[in-house]
T-cell receptor, first 109, second 116 residues
Framework: SQQGEEDPQALSIQEGENATMNCSYKTSINNLQWYRQNSGRGLVHLILIRSNEREKHSGRLRVTLDTSKKSSSLLITASRAADTASYFCAPNQGGKLIFGQGTELSVKP | GAGVSQSPSNKVTEKGKDVELRCDPISGHTALYWYRQRLGQGLEFLIYFQGNSAPDKSGLPSDRFSAERTGESVSTLTIQRTQQEDSAVYLC??????????????FGEGSRLTVL
């Protein structure tokens, strides 16, 4: 079964707004990773948060992890048109990364 | 190399033919993964290599699918007697750390397979 489930499936916002994507998973994890995929391209790693961390920042990205709720969120602040892409979470269960179906983010100029 | 390289980038084949997809991982990365992505879908795990051996082949969908890795480097994914449902993008990724300490995966641009 899918380990990472993203929500919402699609999100459309205006440039400058914040975008929040959520991820839920089913079993205990070593870490959780977020990736970005531009249309027709490979995936690019964004950020990794360890199971003993609660929050992590990287530039305009903020990731939170709640292991008690088995959930994570990715916040992109001050979004830009160039942030338009699909975003995937990948919980790491015993070394195995299981990707969900992703959130398709559209940022309109 | 500087990144993960996959070839061919596009492959159109007829149903029933065999295809080979190649992946050149980042030099020194001992872990290598193959994933499949159907249009508009997430990534399906196919197989994991640690060095030249494949301790996890649990995602290979049928015995028509096989993969090998040589020299702890290049990997080839082979699909025999292709079917239309095999049409997808096949993504390869490599990682410095082996399981279970899986860190960042570096992905190639994928091989888009179309079976007519």
């Amino acid at each position: 079964s899918q380990q990472g489930e993203e929500d919402p499936q699609a999100l459309s916002i205006q440039e400058g707004e914040n975008a929040t994507m959520n991820c839920s998973y089913k079993t205990s994890i070593n870490n959780l990773q977020w990736y970005r995929q531009n249309s027709g391209r490979g995936l690019v790693h964004l950020i990794l948060i360890r199971s003993n961390e609660r929050e992590k920042h990287s530039g305009r990205l903020r990731v939170t992890l709640d292991t008690s709720k088995k959930s994570s969120s990715l916040l992109i602040t001050a979004s830009r048109a160039a942030d338009t892409a699909s975003y995937f979470c990948a919980p790491n269960q015993g070394g195995k990364l299981i990707f969900g179906q992703g959130t398709e983010l559209s940022v309109k100029p | 190399g500087a990144g993960v390289s996959q070839s061919p980038s596009n492959k159109v084949t007829e149903k029933g033919k065999d295809v080979e997809l190649r992946c050149d991982p980042i030099s020194g990365h001992t872990a290598l993964y193959w994933y499949r992505q159907r249009l508009g879908q997430g990534l399906e795990f196919l197989i994991y290599f640690q060095g030249n051996s494949a301790p996890d082949k649990s995602g290979l969908p049928s015995d028509r699918f096989s993969a090998e890795r040589t020299g702890e480097s290049v990997s080839t994914l082979t699909i025999q007697r292709t079917q239309q449902e095999d049409s997808a993008v096949y993504l390869c990724a490599s990682s410095l750390m082996p399981r279970p300490n899986t860190g960042e995966l570096f992905f190639g641009e994928g091989s888009r397979l179309t079976v007519l």
